[in-house]
């Protein structure tokens, strides 16, 4: 089991900054965290939760929804079980509950493809 805490999220206004972290715990969080893929994705009220980013387990490599491409990088930290996005350029679009989530299938823009989920994190941008 993996327990995954969000926190980073808030208010900020429109052009603004914000880092997503979440820490992932629990007996079999090592290689679950280092071994496995390790995504972000965000629902706003009333849609569907929907991909953000992920970053890859083998090499690090990364990929991006085309709405975020350019503004937002995820990174991890295996020593701190710690994966993070930074949000720059932030628009009210952007406002949603933010969710991590690790994962071993192959399906990294569905959100079955992943077996453990945080609680999410509020992020709310202002226009």
């Known amino acids: 089991q993996v327990q995954l805490v969000e926190s980073g999220g808030g208010l900020v206004q429109a052009g603004g900054s914000l880092r997503l972290s979440c820490a992932a715990s629990?007996?079999?969080?090592?290689?679950?965290?280092?071994?496995?893929?390790l995504g972000w994705f965000r629902q706003a009220p009333g849609k569907e939760r929907r991909f953000v980013a992920t970053i890859m387990y083998s090499d690090n490599s990364t990929v991006y929804a085309d709405a975020v491409k350019g503004r937002f990088t995820i990174s991890r930290d295996n020593a701190k079980n710690t994966v993070y996005l930074q949000m720059n350029s932030l628009k009210p679009e952007d406002t949603a509950v933010y969710y991590c989530?690790?994962?071993?299938?192959?399906?990294?823009?569905?959100?079955?493809?992943?077996?453990?989920w945080g609680q999410g994190t509020q992020v709310t941008v202002s226009s």
């Open positions: 989530a690790v994962g071993s299938s192959p399906m990294y823009s569905n959100i079955r493809g992943y077996d453990y």
């Open positions: 629990g007996p079999t969080v090592t290689p679950s965290f280092i071994h496995h893929r």
